[in-house]
């Protein structure tokens, strides 16, 4: 696997840095938004669960858009270049928010930045390695992802001990946000063997193969019970993890991802996507089911969220390989747009319900919820979504396109 990863290309390690920046910035924040939130704004889980709905649904719609007009022009850059620039100048403007509805607007900007960037990046970075290749490359970008996810919360929860206000951390932010642009406007694409499209832009499912849209519906019963990353960060303030911890307590299970990531996506490439997802479906119900069923803070709280790094890093670029896998290359912009905007915008309800279920009935309920949805999703995945051998069919090794 070392040897597979000396041998990646520029683009793969530029993307990669890309993100580290970039997460950097936005982790700083991330996990101080339920207190600025609950603190500041004087808002609670219902509002949490509007918000980041709303936010990740709006993403999902230009994920779809932007992965069209790549397959479509083959340029990726200048919609990574954008992307990350409204994101950049959106964070910011967090320290001069004054009431929920707000903070909502400037949530909504940021994904904007997100939708617009992220199914190019995606095909990008396929674009960029042979077959054989993309699970430890896809490894390899969601490592130096939860790179940059540690970095964040740990300068957050410095400065919080520090002293510095929250309004300061925010305004701050610009800093990291504007070197991930300079990055992003030198990212050079490989030269495209696919001519440009001169159909007219095709929105639908009609060429992509059974066993995506099936794999669709997998990832939409999963997402439904996916939840704002957010809720889990509220429910350790609950059980009575401090405030200045937060960010360590999230820096931790970005510290599990980041070290699992490349091994158990390179993995992939050589045992199958399926296995990987099936042990991360099954990681994150169990995850659920511990944190609701917890009544106070205690070691094993830490426990669990390092298992919650686990699933973070069996899934998060193996199911991206997968897309690349099984999705004709001539739509591959497309495919990843699909898969974005489905798993994108069941967050919508997933956060909605779950901030709902939350508030209403209990902690337990929300999370029994959730703990339910994936073990379907992995009862589906294994034993409907694909129906040849897996380990034959889905394996990368023998560098076929699928």
């Given at each position: 696997?070392?040897?597979?990863?000396?041998?990646?290309p520029?683009?793969?390690?530029?993307?990669g840095l890309?993100?580290?920046?970039?997460?950097?910035?936005?982790?700083?924040?991330y996990p101080?938004i339920?207190?600025?939130?609950s603190s500041?704004?004087?808002?609670?889980?219902r509002?949490?669960?509007?918000?980041?709905?709303?936010?990740?649904a709006?993403a999902?719609?230009?994920?779809?858009?932007?992965?069209?007009?790549?397959?479509?022009?083959?340029h990726?850059?200048?919609?990574?270049?954008?992307?990350?620039?409204l994101?950049?100048?959106?964070?910011?403007?967090?320290?001069?928010?004054t009431?929920?509805?707000?903070?909502?607007?400037?949530?909504?900007?940021d994904?904007?930045?997100?939708?617009?960037?992220?199914?190019?990046?995606d095909?990008?970075?396929?674009?960029?390695?042979?077959?054989?290749?993309?699970?430890?490359?896809?490894g390899?970008?969601?490592a130096?992802?939860?790179?940059?996810?540690?970095?964040?919360?740990?300068?957050?929860?410095?400065l919080?001990?520090?002293?510095?206000?929250?309004?300061?951390?925010?305004?701050w932010?610009?800093?990291?946000?504007l070197l991930?642009?300079g990055?992003a406007?030198?990212?050079h694409?490989?030269r495209?063997?696919?001519?440009?499209?001169?159909?007219?832009?095709?929105?639908?499912?009609?060429?992509?193969?059974?066993?995506?849209?099936r794999?669709?519906?997998?990832?939409?019963?999963?997402?439904?019970?996916?939840?704002?990353n957010m809720f889990?960060?509220?429910?350790?303030?609950?059980?009575?993890?401090?405030?200045?911890s937060?960010?360590?307590?999230?820096?931790?299970?970005?510290?599990?991802?980041m070290?699992?990531?490349?091994?158990?996506?390179?993995?992939?490439?050589?045992?199958?996507?399926?296995?990987?997802?099936?042990?991360?479906y099954v990681?994150y119900?169990?995850?659920?089911?511990?944190?609701?069923?917890?009544?106070?803070?205690?070691?094993?709280?830490?426990?669990?969220?390092?298992?919650?790094g686990?699933?973070?890093?069996?899934?998060?670029?193996?199911?991206?390989?997968?897309?690349?896998?099984?999705?004709?290359?001539?739509?591959?912009?497309?495919?990843?747009?699909?898969f974005?905007?489905?798993a994108g915008?069941?967050?919508?309800?997933?956060?909605?319900?779950?901030?709902?279920?939350?508030?209403?009935f209990?902690?337990?309920?929300?999370?029994?919820?959730?703990?339910?949805?994936?073990?379907?999703?992995?009862?589906?995945?294994?034993?409907?979504?694909?129906?040849?051998?897996?380990r034959?069919?889905?394996?990368?090794?023998?560098?076929?396109d699928?």
């Amino acid at each position: 696997m070392l040897k597979t990863i000396r041998q990646l290309p520029r683009t793969v390690w530029l993307i990669g840095l890309i993100s580290l920046v970039n997460d950097s910035s936005s982790e700083m924040l991330y996990p101080l938004i339920p207190l600025y939130l609950s603190s500041v704004l004087m808002a609670g889980p219902r509002a949490l669960g509007i918000i980041e709905g709303i936010a990740e649904a709006t993403a999902s719609l230009l994920k779809l858009f932007s992965g069209v007009v790549v397959d479509r022009t083959r340029h990726s850059k200048p919609w990574v270049v954008v992307g990350y620039g409204l994101a950049a100048f959106g964070r910011p403007l967090i320290a001069f928010v004054t009431s929920w509805p707000g903070l909502l607007l400037i949530r909504f900007a940021d994904r904007i930045g997100k939708g617009l960037r992220s199914s190019p990046r995606d095909a990008l970075l396929a674009g960029s390695v042979d077959a054989e290749q993309r699970g430890v490359a896809f490894g390899i970008h969601r490592a130096m992802d939860n790179a940059g996810a540690v970095v964040g919360p740990l300068v957050a929860s410095a400065l919080l001990a520090a002293g510095m206000a929250l309004h300061d951390i925010f305004l701050w932010s610009v800093v990291p946000a504007l070197l991930c642009v300079g990055l992003a406007l030198s990212i050079h694409e490989p030269r495209d063997r696919q001519p440009v499209s001169t159909t007219p832009f095709q929105w639908n499912l009609r060429d992509m193969p059974d066993s995506f849209k099936r794999y669709l519906v997998v990832v939409a019963i999963f997402t439904l019970g996916n939840s704002s990353n957010m809720f889990l960060l509220l429910r350790a303030k609950e059980l009575g993890v401090s405030e200045a911890s937060i960010p360590l307590l999230w820096a931790a299970v970005s510290l599990v991802a980041m070290l699992f990531s490349t091994p158990l996506a390179g993995l992939s490439d050589k045992v199958g996507r399926i296995p990987l997802l099936l042990g991360g479906y099954v990681a994150y119900g169990l995850f659920y089911a511990g944190l609701g069923l917890m009544t106070h803070d205690g070691s094993v709280l830490f426990v669990l969220f390092g298992f919650y790094g686990l699933f973070m890093a069996a899934t998060e670029g193996v199911e991206k390989a997968l897309v690349a896998d099984i999705a004709p290359v001539e739509l591959r912009g497309t495919a990843f747009g699909w898969f974005n905007l489905t798993a994108g915008l069941f967050l919508l309800p997933a956060s909605v319900v779950f901030g709902w279920l939350y508030q209403a009935f209990s902690p337990l309920v929300a999370f029994g919820f959730s703990t339910g949805c994936s073990l379907t999703a992995a009862l589906l995945l294994w034993s409907w979504a694909f129906r040849m051998k897996l380990r034959d069919a889905y394996q990368t090794a023998d560098g076929a396109d699928h």
